[in-house]
């Protein structure tokens, strides 16, 4: 006869038996005595605590025919599997619906020797949507005779159509004092020793999970000698160390020690696993660090603290690595090496990939903004007598498009040279007049709304300028077309009795301080009464580095 692994040799026969979840036993015995049992339940929670040998033991409790399930001859057939009303299915291997439609039909059937036929579903949350489709009605009003069990430790995935129509029992992961004493339990019946070190290193492994720990046990009885399970055996068998080596290690960290990388590169080749030994590191830093608050390290809690965030986040690092052994060397040389030449001992140093930190934010805490001086004026021009003399800073982001909106943009081809250029003072906020005439245009043609909210109107003596709020290549060009040109110098003529001529579109600053210190004309559209933008390339270059360096314009 073949050897029976502990996990099966030892499942649970009854709610007695069941370790842990206290709360399904208590639900299950009172649905039962009280009648009140759902004719569908959602087992869900993490592997290895207790859904699937639960359903068994629920199966067994409505198709009791004895005093004791122990002398129930179903019930002895149900721990076989070889009863035929108590029908399990891997939904994992089964995810089609026309698995589900046989399902169906045999739902339709009596049972045959038991009172009730039980369909467990196992990791149902593997079935294809057509699969779930199928099966909403019946397990929505199944007959009399049927009881659906459908286990998952994924219960988001299941379709909440499905979801309602049954109850929700959660599992929980297992108490670590039970799991010792269940252990010890199954150890003594196997006839084997563990001592203390090694049952808390397999519980800690299980994380949990029974059945984790029954196949470590397992292992760990087919390793030791004489029956007798050390920690020596655990280490050996799951590659990681005894907290003595972890203590000296982390010494060697605290001290920023650069030998410790020989010593760790050796663990290494001696089979320790790199993420098992940064896990045991982390966990014994939570349980003596956090925990209990009581270490054998002279270190300051912020040193110590910063290590066991710098193990936790290298092993979400080494996660992605091809080469996790290699990486984890060089990146504990790097961080030794770095502490050792700086000289600290306070805070470490996280990786970028994983600090989420705000570039613009460390740029205005650690440098002064840079200013961007203007171009100069040209030659012709008096600069003493010039009143350009406001600088353009660049604001917050929500107010970025507000302070751009408010610069003119002149035409050297239609104003003559004078000895001082003037322009129009900057305002914060847009005049009644102008929201009027923006209102009113974006009712007349609904197309330009989502363009034309935001934007704002200049004007310098016959040239009315539209400041948009982003840029549109597009609506830009389209809106230098005469109708809407002649629109725009309409109401803004009548609202405010001027006569301007010409109209112009932009959405750049800078655009407008190259063209106005420039030498060289730009072409005049007559027909659109539109003025040309020129060097645009060159124009948004400058404004993305007022934008990176949080610059100014000065003169």
């Known amino acids: 006869m073949t050897y029976q692994t502990l996990y099966r040799k030892y499942r649970s026969n009854d709610l007695n038996e069941l370790v842990g979840q206290s709360h399904v036993i208590k639900t299950l015995e009172n649905a039962i005595e009280y009648g009140r049992l ?14 699937t040998s639960t359903a068994r033991i629920l199966a067994k409790m409505v198709n009791l025919a004895a005093d004791s399930m122990a002398t129930c001859s179903i019930c002895k057939k149900i721990s076989l599997g070889s009863c035929v009303d108590v029908i399990e299915i891997d939904a994992a291997s089964h995810t089609g619906v026309d698995y589900m439609r046989q399902l169906i039909e045999q739902v339709q059937f009596l049972p ?8 467990i579903i196992d990791e149902v949350h593997m079935l294809s949507t057509g699969a779930f489709n199928a099966l909403l009605k019946t397990l929505e009003e199944p007959p009399a005779q049927v009881l659906f069990i459908l286990a998952t430790t994924e219960l988001h995935k299941i379709p909440a159509t499905i979801q309602s129509r049954a109850q929700t029992l959660h599992f929980r992961l297992l108490d670590p004092e039970l799991m010792k004493s269940h252990l010890a339990n199954i150890c003594q019946l196997e006839g084997f020793e563990i001592n203390d070190d090694a049952l808390e290193k397999v519980v800690h492994f299980a994380n949990g999970g029974m059945r984790d720990a029954l196949s470590l046990l397992d292992q760990l009885m087919s390793v030791s000698e004489n029956k007798q399970i050390r920690i020596t055996d655990v280490s050996m068998v799951l590659g990681t ?4 080596r972890i203590i000296l290690f982390l010494t060697k960290c605290f001290q920023y020690d650069l030998t410790l ?3 760790f590169n050796q663990m290494i080749e001696s089979g320790v696993d790199v993420f098992q030994f940064f896990d045991d590191i982390i ?3 939570h349980f003596h660090f956090l925990l209990n608050q ?11 603290s910063a290590w066991m965030m710098w193990f936790f986040d290298q092993i979400k690092l080494l ?3 091809n080469s996790p052994s290699l990486e984890a060397q060089i990146s504990l040389y790097s961080q030794l090496a770095s502490m050792n030449s700086a000289g600290a001992k306070v805070s470490l140093n996280v990786d970028s990939s994983l600090a989420k930190t705000d570039t613009n934010q460390v740029m205005q805490n650690t440098n002064p903004p840079k200013q961007i001086d203007a171009i100069p004026m040209p030659p012709n021009v008096d600069q003493t007598s010039s009143p350009v003399t406001s600088q353009v800073e660049r604001p917050s982001s929500t107010t970025t498009a507000n302070t751009n909106s408010d610069v003119l943009k002149k035409d050297p081809t239609s104003l003559p040279v004078s000895d001082s250029i003037e322009f129009p003072a900057i305002k914060g906020d847009i005049d009644e007049k102008e929201l009027h005439i923006l209102h009113r245009v974006s009712d007349e043609f609904p197309v330009l709304k989502p363009v034309i909210k935001g934007s704002k109107l200049i004007t310098y003596q016959h040239v009315l300028c539209l400041i948009l709020e982003e840029t549109y290549q597009f609506f830009e060009k389209k809106l230098s077309e005469k109708k809407f040109s002649d629109r725009f110098l309409q109401l803004y003529n009548q609202a405010n009795q001027t006569q301007l001529t010409d109209w112009f579109v932009t959405s750049d600053i800078n ?3 190259n063209q106005a210190f420039s030498s060289t004309p730009n072409v005049r559209d007559e027909s659109s009464h539109s003025v040309q933008i020129s060097d645009q390339k060159t124009s948004k270059t400058v404004n993305q580095i007022i934008e990176m360096f949080e610059g100014q314009i000065i003169q």
């Open 241 to 244: 160390v005894d907290d003595s």
């Open 261 to 263: 990388t020989n010593e």
């Open 294 to 304: 009581s270490h054998p390290f002279k270190e300051s809690d912020k040193v110590i």
């Open 319 to 321: 996660k992605q690595s």
């Open 511 to 513: 655009t407008v301080y």
């Open 283 to 285: 966990h014994y830093l």
């Open 38 to 51: 759902s004719h569908a339940y959602i087992f869900s929670g993490p592997r290895g605590t207790g859904k």
């Open 112 to 119: 045959v020797e038991a009172k009730t036929k039980v369909f």
